[in-house]
C-alpha cells in the first residue's frame, strides 16, 4: 500500500492524467485498496489485475481475478481493465464479469477490455476494436501488440485514425514508440507511460518524464506535423531532443520521433509505402541514418536534388506533399566542421592531404566536399569493388582497409562506425599511425570520445568529434523543413550536456 501510494503520488506530480494500479500479485486484503480508491476518487484510475498469458503476473482464474477486482474498485470510479479473451469465454455464466454492463451512469466509460498478442503477426486490430466496442458502448476497447517492424505499426496507427470513440491501439517494442506518442494526435483515449524505466510494463513503452518533455505530450494535437529520425539502431540519436526542442521555440506545432526501421524483409520501403498512403499522418519529413542513406535515395528519385544525387546518398527528405525530396546535409556540415576546427575558410582547404576511412553514405558526402574544395583524398574501405567506384567517382584515391596504417596525409577521417556507443573500445587505426597527423576527424558523437579520439589526444595530435557537425547538419534539415535557422550555440550545448547525462548515466549503473 506504501508503494500505491508513492508511485501514484509521483505520478501525479509527474503530469499524469490517469494512474494505473497493477495488482496482478496482490495478496493483501483487496478491501486496503478499495478503502484508498474511494479516499482518491477525484483522480482517474484503471485497476487491472493482467493475466500470465496476457503479459501479466496473475497465475489465477478469470472468475478469481474479477473478483479481486471488484472488491479493490470497491465504491471507487475506477476503470477495471479486464481480458477480452477471458470476458468472452466466461461472460454469460459469471456474474462477476457483469461489471462491464453494470451501472447506469450514461456515457462514462465502465472499464476497458483489452488483448495483447505477442507473436509479431499484427491482429487485425480494427475487427477486434470493434468486437470489444459492441459489448457496451461505454467499454473502451484495447488492442496492443508486438509488430513484427515498424511497418507492423500502421493496423494500430489506422484503428486509432479511424476510431470515432475512445479506443487504445498500441504497437509496442522500440517500432511502436510512434504509435504510443502519436496516440494524442488521433484524440484516442490516452497512452500508457511508466514512471521511469524500473516499472515499465511493456516493452517500449517510454516514461513520463519523456512523453511529456521530450515529446511535448501535452501540446500534440490532431494538427501536429510528424516528423523522425529513421534508421537502425535510433535509440542513441540526440535527434528528438534537438528537434523537439527547436519547433517548440520558433512555434511549430510538429513533433520528431525515433523511428526505428530494420535492415531486413525491405523495410525501408515498405514503411515508406505506408506513409505515402496515410496523407493523414501529416509527415513533414525524415533525418535519414544509417543504414538507409543510399537506399533513400533512390526511393525518393526524380525528387532528390544535384547535390545528393552527386554523393549517392540522402539524409533529409521532405515529405510534406505527394512528391517527396531528397536532399543531403551532411556535405555541408562536415566542411564546415572542419574549417572551423582548423581555423579556415572552405577555399582555405585547397591542396589538403585528407585520409577518409569508409565508403559509406556519410563517407560519401565528406569525399564530395573536400573534392569541390581542392582537397588530395584518399578513401580507405574493406570492399575493394565498393572501395574503387566511390574514389573514382569523387576523383579520390582508392587503396585496401589493409593500408590504411601506412600513410599519413595531414587529416584523417573516420566515416565508419567502429567506435560508436555499442563498440566504444575499438577503434579504426593503430595508436601509432596518428603521430604526425594535423587533425583526426571522427565522424561519431556518441561517445563524445572515441578510442580513436582519445589516442590521437595522447599523441598531442588535434581532434574533432562529430557534434559539432551533427548540429549543422540538424539545424540545415530544420531550415530545409521549416525556412527558419536555430540557435547553434544552444544546439552543441543541449547535445552536449545530454551526451554527457548518458554517458554519467550509463557508468553509474
Ligand atoms: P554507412 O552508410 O553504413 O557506411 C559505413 C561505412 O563504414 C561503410 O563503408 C562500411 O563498410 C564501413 N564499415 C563498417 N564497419 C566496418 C568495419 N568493421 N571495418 C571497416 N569498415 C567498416 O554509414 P554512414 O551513414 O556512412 O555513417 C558512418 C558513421 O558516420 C557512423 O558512425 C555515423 O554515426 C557517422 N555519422 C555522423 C554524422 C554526424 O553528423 N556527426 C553524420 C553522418 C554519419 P562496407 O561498405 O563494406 O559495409
Known amino acids: 500500500m506504501e508503494d500505491i501510494e508513492r508511485h501514484a503520488t509521483a505520478a501525479w506530480r509527474g503530469g499524469a492524467d490517469c494512474v494505473e494500479l497493477r495488482i496482478d500479485d496482490f495478496t493483501d486484503d483487496p478491501g486496503r485498496i478499495a478503502a484508498f480508491l474511494e479516499s482518491h476518487d477525484r483522480r482517474k484510475w484503471i485497476l487491472t489485475c493482467r493475466s500470465i498469458t496476457q503479459g501479466g503476473a496473475s497465475t489465477a482464474a478469470p472468475s478469481d481475478r474479477a473478483k479481486l477486482l471488484l472488491a479493490a474498485r470497491g465504491r471507487s470510479r475506477a476503470l477495471i481493465d479486464f481480458e477480452y479473451a477471458d470476458f468472452s469465454a466466461f461472460s454469460n455464466g459469471c456474474r462477476q464479469l ?70 487504445i491501439a498500441i504497437a509496442m517494442d522500440e517500432a511502436g514508440l510512434w504509435t504510443r506518442v502519436l496516440a494524442r494526435k488521433f484524440g484516442t483515449f490516452g497512452t500508457y507511460a511508466s514512471l521511469d524505466d524500473s516499472c515499465t510494463t511493456a516493452a517500449g513503452q517510454i516514461d513520463l518524464a519523456t512523453a511529456r518533455g521530450l515529446y511535448h505530450w501535452p501540446s500534440i494535437n490532431a494538427e501536429t506535423r510528424v516528423f523522425g529520425v529513421l534508421g537502425d539502431p535510433v535509440a542513441h540519436s540526440m535527434g528528438p531532443r534537438l528537434f523537439n526542442g527547436w519547433f517548440e521555440q520558433h512555434g511549430i506545432n510538429a513533433v520528431y520521433l525515433p523511428l526505428r526501421v530494420s535492415r531486413e524483409r525491405s523495410c525501408l520501403s515498405r514503411f515508406l509505402d505506408g506513409c505515402k498512403d496515410r496523407e493523414w499522418l501529416d509527415l513533414g ?126 587529416v584523417l577521417i573516420n566515416a565508419t562506425p567502429i567506435g560508436m556507443s555499442s563498440d566504444e573500445d575499438s577503434s579504426p587505426m593503430p595508436s601509432a599511425s596518428l603521430e604526425r597527423r594535423r587533425i583526426v576527424f571522427d565522424l ?22 562529430g557534434l559539432d557537425m551533427f548540429v549543422r547538419q540538424a539545424a540545415a534539415q530544420f531550415e530545409v523543413w521549416t525556412g527558419q535557422m536555430p540557435d547553434l550555440d544552444a544546439a552543441r550545448r543541449i547535445v552536449m550536456e545530454s551526451l554527457l547525462q548518458r554517458q554519467t548515466g550509463e557508468s553509474s549503473v
Request: a neutral charge; proline letters at 4%.
Open 98 to 167: 457483469q461489471w462491464a454492463r453494470a451501472g447506469s451512469d450514461g456515457d462514462t466509460a465502465t472499464g476497458i477490455l483489452s488483448q495483447h498478442a505477442f507473436d509479431g503477426e499484427p491482429p487485425d486490430v480494427a475487427a477486434l476494436l470493434a468486437a470489444m466496442a459492441k459489448i457496451d458502448r461505454r467499454i473502451i476497447p484495447k488492442v496492443a501488440y508486438a509488430p513484427i517492424d515498424i511497418a507492423g505499426c500502421f493496423p494500430a496507427l489506422d484503428a486509432m485514425h479511424a476510431a470515432r470513440t475512445a479506443v
Open 285 to 410: 519529413g525524415f533525418s535519414v541514418t544509417i543504414p538507409h542513406k543510399e537506399a533513400m535515395l533512390k526511393y525518393v528519385g526524380s525528387g532528390a536534388d544535384g547535390l545528393a544525387t552527386s554523393i549517392g546518398a540522402a539524409n533529409t527528405v521532405v515529405a510534406a506533399d505527394k512528391k517527396w525530396t531528397a536532399h543531403n546535409t551532411d556535405c555541408y556540415a562536415a566542411i564546415d566542421s572542419l574549417c572551423a576546427a582548423l581555423g579556415c575558410d572552405r577555399g582555405d582547404l585547397s591542396g589538403l592531404s585528407v585520409d577518409v576511412l569508409g565508403c559509406g553514405g556519410a563517407a560519401r558526402a565528406v569525399l564530395a566536399g573536400l573534392r569541390a574544395f581542392g582537397c588530395c583524398v584518399t578513401v580507405y574501405g574493406r570492399s575493394p569493388e565498393k572501395t574503387c567506384s566511390v574514389a573514382q567517382t569523387f576523383g579520390a584515391t582508392a587503396k585496401p582497409w589493409i593500408q590504411r596504417a601506412e600513410t599519413s596525409c595531414e
Open 444 to 465: 561519431i558523437y556518441n561517445p563524445l570520445e572515441t578510442k580513436l579520439l582519445g589516442d590521437a589526444r595522447s599523441l598531442g595530435v588535434a581532434t574533432l568529434n
